[in-house]
């Protein structure tokens, strides 16, 4: 084979597992092995065959390190980081060793919501308001003056992780001394309400070869009352929508973006401006790649790794009908007893996949970020509203029986 990549792999949930077997095999198709980078003491049978190296995956300095090692033994082409977390270290990783690919500068805005909001800004792309929570009173002011709720989150966070809803003074006081200590690791921005949409997108050199417009069917920040849901919007695009299109893409170039895989969020006002969220270099998160192969055709994952060894590729998505994806969650809590399969769920009407995390035997606890459920399921419809119906129907089908921690059936 000619060359190697390496895949930055985290195996713990499966979440990532079909990406890496998509990057593995289209680097194989292009005659270039795979290296895989572990978290220390995370062996996995993804990695089978493959030279296998470990590490803790959140000491950059250690990746650093072992990743030194690795290219010394290995023709390293190409890195491929599947987790949000690991971007940045990853970019660092490629300037280390001259490794073509976004590089810190271009990493760095898009994990640091603090830069991220700014450069939009310069790009002109509106954001929401924002402030830094230096102290209690500049939070209070700065809600007095966008309106409550305000949002507190982490300017380097994911998956709504430590992100608090703060919608009044009393909750304002709640909520300050879960973060006071670590204040200069958070911003503050204002809520906003409207929909909210999301793009994925591949670029090569620059230019933008795939993008999929989905909405949300939820609020990310209500994930404990709502399952997360998003259905595409590939048919009868409206002006807005097309205008969201276009800003991903000024978003994109103008954070350095040459050739990869991006996911992008706005919010759609009611009244028809769009507000840029935040952007990530890497596939969508949950289910979001699943739903892309079944409506598209297409492994994003996989199609990065071909567009980053292959100058000439063009991705050959399928356009199909509107697809839909919904995590699956419960409100049952302690040791479960029995659940629904994932072959029972594909057996549903238009459900095209599905994908269930837990098993008999594990604890379900209250949830503490937007992706911590029981797996996901893709399904099909006609636009939109059929598929928020189709999702109902499908919910409703899957069923989660616990017992207290402790406890155990007789029979």
């Not at 470990?54 to 950059?60: F, P």
Request: hydrophobic share 40%; glycine share 10%.
């Amino acid at each position: 084979m000619t060359g190697a990549i390496l895949v930055i792999y985290r195996p713990a949930a499966g979440r990532y597992a079909a990406q890496f077997r998509a990057v593995v095999t289209a680097a194989a198709e292009r005659g270039v092995a795979a290296v895989a980078l572990l978290p220390t003491g995370q062996p996995s049978a993804d990695v089978a065959g493959l030279p296998c190296y470990h590490a803790d995956l959140d000491d950059r300095e250690a990746v650093r390190s072992v990743v030194a090692t690795i290219v010394a033994a290995h023709p390293v082409r190409r890195i491929f980081p599947l987790f949000e977390g690991d971007v940045l270290t990853a970019a660092y990783c490629r300037r280390d060793h001259g490794i073509d690919g976004l590089d810190p500068e271009g990493a760095l805005t898009f994990r640091d919501k603090n830069v991220m909001h700014r450069r939009a800004t310069e790009l002109g792309v509106p954001v929401a308001r924002s402030c830094r929570p230096e102290t209690v009173g500049a939070v209070a002011e700065f809600a007095a003056e966008v309106g409550w709720p305000v949002v507190v989150k982490p300017y380097a966070g994911w998956a709504c992780g430590d992100t608090h809803r703060v919608d009044s003074a009393e909750d304002l006081a709640r909520v300050w001394p879960l973060i006071a200590d670590d204040r200069h690791d958070y911003r503050v921005e204002e809520y906003v309400r409207g929909a909210e949409y999301h793009v994925d997108s591949l670029l090569r050199d620059g230019e933008v070869v795939f993008e999929q417009l989905s909405r949300y069917t939820y609020s990310v920040l209500e994930f404990r009352d709502e399952p997360g849901g998003t259905v595409s919007r590939k048919h009868d695009l409206t002006t807005a929508e097309r205008h969201i299109l276009t800003a991903s893409a000024t978003v994109l170039r103008g954070f350095g973006m040459r050739t990869g895989v991006a996911h992008v969020e706005f919010f759609l006002r009611d009244d028809g401006e769009v507000i840029f969220g935040e952007a990530a270099a890497r596939a969508g998160g949950g289910s979001i790649v699943p739903a892309i192969e079944a409506g598209r055709g297409i492994n994003l994952a996989g199609e990065w790794c071909r567009l980053e060894l292959d100058p000439e590729h063009v991705p050959a998505a399928a356009l199909g009908p509107e697809i839909g994806t919904e995590y699956l969650c419960s409100d049952r809590y302690g040791r479960i007893t029995a659940i629904t399969s994932a072959q029972e769920l594909r057996a549903l009407d238009a459900v095209r996949d599905a994908d269930v995390w837990k098993s008999v035997g594990d604890v379900l606890a209250v949830p503490t970020a937007s992706n911590d459920v029981l797996g996901w399921y893709v399904c099909e419809g006609r636009d939109f509203d059929d598929v928020r119906a189709r999702f109902k129907v499908i919910r409703d089908s899957f069923e989660v029986r616990t017992e207290p921690v402790g406890e155990s059936s007789c029979g």
